[in-house]
């Protein structure tokens, strides 16, 4: 390995464990910043390595101006964050936990993610606890449902996905799943077509990752199909839902509501006027938590620590920085 020490970017928010960065002590300089776009496109140049941020983009024009930079990092399967065409064309290397199977099977806080968004639209507890505090006991105004009896559709039946169907069975659920693959079922899970799972889930929760083939999956057409008592749960990536045709699905009854924990365009500046959150501020059939599906202390301190890991392979590997 050469003698001159590497440099790395983070914006990852490591301030509850900032110890995480020991190890490259001595293989490189690490400098953590806040997620700031204007920041990272002018602090980056000047590094080998980026540890990114979900908050932030790393797009083609920041890329092109980083001679310096050999590889990226985000503890992350997601990765519409990252150009990925403009970091192949200039030979960035990217460590991700898409492909870590292994690993991600102990990391099961987006599953409980979207079991907790089912649980909280379908018996209105948001609503219902926003009148308890105010004082009104409108016991028969928030009236839900049960769980118990109903069809779970999983969309995209990977580590989440099987996780979610489990939970659907100790729910007393009926249980199909939907995915490209060829995959075998765990027992009490049926494996249906697309459309067969939107006609007859009661619930459709989508855990697949973000493709160009996927892009805009669920829109007019899919919610056309879907029960019009049936929710939707998604804490995959906004951009899987046509959200002009969520919105307009939400509005007419097409379904009874949703829970999500991701939207397209969650770096934007204006996100109150994103026209999911505008929607939510003055209806009550749709709960939006901000990406936080991954955020629990023992996730972010698992995933990143692991990267880490991952990283420091990487640079020890490397003999010829720019």
């Known amino acids: 390995m050469a003698d001159r020490r590497r440099r790395v970017l983070s914006m990852a928010d490591v301030s509850l464990f900032p110890e995480v960065f020991e190890p490259l002590a001595a293989l490189a300089d690490v400098v953590t910043l806040a997620p700031d776009q204007r920041a990272l496109a002018e602090r980056l140049p000047d590094f080998e390595a980026y540890f990114a941020s979900l908050h932030v983009r790393l797009t083609r024009e920041i890329i092109e101006r980083c001679p310096r ?47 907790a968004l089912l649980l909280v639209v379908v018996r209105r507890l948001p609503w219902s606890f926003d009148a308890a505090r105010r004082g009104e006991w409108a016991r028969d105004r928030f009236r839900g449902h049960q769980l118990s009896g109903m069809t779970l559709g999983i969309l995209g039946y990977g580590r989440l996905g099987r996780i979610v169907a489990e939970y659907g069975k100790a729910f007393r659920m009926s249980v199909i799943a939907c995915d490209v693959r060829e995959v075998a079922p765990a027992p009490g899970v049926g494996m249906v077509d697309l459309d067969t799972l939107l006609r007859e889930s009661d619930v459709l929760s989508i855990h697949v990752h973000l493709t160009e083939e996927n892009r805009g999956l669920i829109g007019t057409e899919a919610f056309a ?33 949703a829970g999500v924990d991701v939207i397209e365009g969650e770096w934007r500046d204006d996100l109150l006027s994103h026209p999911l959150i505008r929607y939510a501020n003055t209806h009550e059939n749709l709960v939006i938590s901000p990406h936080t599906g991954g955020v629990t202390y023992e996730a972010q301190k698992m995933t990143i620590e692991f990267m880490v890991r991952k990283l420091i392979a990487f640079l020890e590997e490397i ?4």
């Open 69 to 115: 930079l050999r590889v990226i990092v985000t503890p992350s399967t997601g990765l519409d964050h990252l150009d990925l065409e403009a970091a192949k064309e200039r030979g960035v290397a990217l460590l991700s936990l898409k492909e870590e199977t292994a690993f991600l099977d102990s990391v099961t806080c987006t599953a409980e993610m979207a079991w």
């Open 225 to 257: 199909k879907m029960k019009p008592t049936a929710w939707l749960i998604n804490t995959s990536r906004g951009a899987v839902i046509d959200e002009e045709a969520f919105v307009a699905a939400l509005e007419n009854g097409r379904i009874a509501g």
């Open 319 to 322: 003999h010829d920085p720019q």
